[in-house]
């Protein structure tokens, strides 16, 4: 194995024997005259611009203020006809404190199987941060989001946002905010295909639906 | 004919394929479809960045810096992923990455994986070598499993089975899928969403059961080890989070610099390649995490014929693309021609001038493929990373009509000039394909003025000989397409 490395490695300094020795990476520019975000808009402007970009990718878009976050999950919940849920370990207990008490609230367990995860209807979460530009939440594995199969082996992800502090214009801001050795997914609509005459249907193997609520004004309840 | 046959210059071997391709009716009409929908929806995603050019351009400097300091990049990779809990392997060739692959797979006890779509282990073909080892692959993007259920080549990189209208699909899935696991349903339709539908059922026994996972990667983040996978159906999630051991196969031009560097690439390639602001889904991982996703991660660094293509200079710059497939999707010949045409599992623009570089000019097919353009230069103008596809061909054609000194399997050979009639038989050849099929000439071709720079007035080296005597004709100021339809299109 050693030797594949080795063999490799001499290999590209062979490549590059026009590179001259004392260049430096940094040497080479990358000249970063994009824009760091596209468009000046207010806070306010920037969430509407999320709402209308994620609701533009066929996710389902919900505004609410904190203290009515609780009702709209039950409420959304029943109306997807879910009788179990999968509950990051730091999700605020209180936002699934309305539920009908029928609703079964499953813990994210490491020793859960992919078969017991496929048997549950509904994953509640948070997220790391939300991009207007582009309608993405990220999610990074954060307590209030749990490990990264959950959000993917049901079939109905609701994921709340909290407005404005964890929206960001563009790209760029993102991943300044991101750790990068956090395992992250980042999730722009429902999961899709246009495989077949190019035709989009959603939903082939993640969740296929996603609703996503945007919450203001703190959600600690 | 002689005096417009020049500009289109000659295939030995791709036009046998193209003439073929080109009869199918099917496949035509649906690449047509294919190809001119995502070159509009592409247009406008792209208008939506106001700084579109300078993405483009910090992405082609990106990749410059990595390519020109590969080696230090691939060393701080490896420290990178190890530290983070991954185990770094290192492949000169396709056999090598086989048998690593293999070796891990057995490891395990398993005799099944599930794939997400990669084109790096199409290209040293795992799949078959994981099968002459007893392991089952299973690929589960859709496009791919139409393939590989329907015993196909890919056509497309990003859709690989363009060439599939829904009622061969229906076909295939109805009379394949049982032997490969959960049959389709009875009374199955031709509807995307039931075809699609289908699709999940089948795939998700394979998903839950799996126990490895195999992948490529879109990237790699030398400064943190990060591996990212951009995708759409949440098949690429399933690999790369159920499994307890996870394998990925990636080429050594995939790692980037730094975290920021992604700033630039994942804001230009969904918009180059499906043309949305953003793809479904995009996982991100470094080495293993404690509790979450596989618990053992390879990463194998693939070479196979790229260190031969990093020796050229001019060739080299093929090693910045992102396989967004964009090139594809503008390309006159490959609309008309198809992907299999090429013979290689890179298709259309970027596989005329990467696979005669990975794999050499040896063989007749690769020979040709540097001819597989009428190097009207739409490649360039939506490539991402600023790769100017029609120098490089016309580089690549010198060389198989100069010869010279080349890099092969990380030794400096000098290859032979093609024998000048071989190179003009080509050319005849290709012509005449050319002419019986002037839509191939017709769609999407850019202004004179750029074109003209890159059409050789004459064969350089011993091609000279018997360009001079044909006399390529100059590409007037008119653009090609009218030019075409002026010289030619009046004809018919
Ligand atoms: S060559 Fe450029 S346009 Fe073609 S697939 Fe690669 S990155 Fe995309």
Redesign the interface.
Known sequence: MSGGRERVLARVRRALADVPRDERPRDVRVERGYRRVHGDRTTVQTVDLLAENLADYRALVHRVDASGLPRLLKRLLAAHGSRSVLVPPGLPPGWLAATDPALALVPDREADTAYELDTVDSVVTGCAVAIAETGTIVLDGGPDQGRRRITLVPDHHLCVVRVPEQVVGSVPQALGRLVPGRPQTWISGPSATSDIELNRVEGVHGPRTLEVILVDGGTDV | MSGTSGTYLGMPAFPVAARDAVRDETLRG?LR??TH??REKRAKAVA????WE??R??GR??K??TL????????QLEEAVTA?GGTV????DAG?ANR?VTGLVQRTGQSEVVKVKSMATQEIGLNEALEAAGVRAYE????EL?VQLGDDRPSHIL?P?IHR??GE?RDIFVERMGSWGRAAPAGLGDD??E??EA??VH??EK???AKVGISGANFM?A??G?LVVVE????G??CL??PETLISVVG?EKVV?T??D???F??TL?RSS?A???????????GT?D???PRTFHLV?L?NGR??T??D?VG?RALRCIRCSACLNVCPVYERAGGHAYGSVYPGPIGAILSPQLRGTGSEVDASLPYASSLCGACYDVCPVAIDIPEVLVHLRERVVQGGEV?RN?ERVTIKPAKGHRGERAVMRAARWALDHPGALRAGQRLASRTRRVHPKRLPGPGRAWSDTRALPEVPEESFRDWWQRTRGGDR
């Open positions: 649906n479809h294919a929908t995502i939506e960045l106001d700084d300078r993405l351009a910090a400097d990106v410059e810096r020109r300091h590969l080696d230090h990049y691939l060393v983070a392997h290192w492949a000169a090598e690593i589960t993007d859709l496009a139409i859709v089975a209208n829904r699909i995307p969403a075809l699609a699709a999940r795939l998700r998903f839950l059961r983040v400064e943190t990060t759409s159906e949440g098949n999630r399933m989070t159920l050594i610099p975290w920021q992604l700033e630039v994942l804001q969904p499906t949305e602001r953003m793809n479904p889904y995009t996982s991100m991982w470094t995490t509790s979450d996703g660094l070479d260190t031969d990093l020796a200079e080299r890099t990380g």
